[in-house]
């Protein structure tokens, strides 16, 4: 079984920092792409960062220069460096990914749990 957890959320004043880390365990071949996806209180959940095998990121233009998505292969864990923080901010902040199970083409798609982000004076 493959799981997503992420860590790293909490209370953090505007302006401030934060970085959030999803690790993904289970027995995986590799991780195709990763994503960070946000929801607020009475909002859709909106996709915030991507991260794909090729290296390529897309930003949600809300975090443009702001939010920065990067990989580390070894420890199967992507990162979101959340940088000058806004209050709009706030929301749980998921990862998902999806994830090569072996030779044979077999994928799975999941998300975690989630983790709190409350930018807040």
């Known amino acids: 079984q493959v799981q997503l957890v992420e860590s790293g959320g909490g209370l953090v004043q505007p302006g401030g920092s934060l970085r959030l880390s999803c690790a993904a365990s289970?027995?995986?071949?590799?991780?195709?792409?990763m994503e960070w996806h946000r929801q607020a209180p009475g909002k859709q959940r909106e996709l915030v960062a991507t991260?794909?095998?090729?290296?390529?990121?897309n930003y949600a233009d809300s975090v443009k220069g702001r939010f920065t998505i990067s990989r580390d292969n070894a420890k199967n864990t992507v990162y979101l460096e959340m940088n000058s923080l806004k209050p709009e901010d706030t929301a749980v902040y998921y990862c998902?990914?999806?994830?090569?199970?072996?030779?044979?083409?077999?994928?799975?798609?999941?998300w975690g749990q989630g983790t709190q982000v409350s930018v807040s004076s």
């Open positions: 998902n990914a999806e994830v090569s199970l072996d030779l044979l083409g077999s994928t799975w798609y999941g």
């Open positions: 289970g027995v995986i071949f590799g991780i195709n792409t």
């Open positions: 991260f794909t095998s090729g290296g390529s990121t």
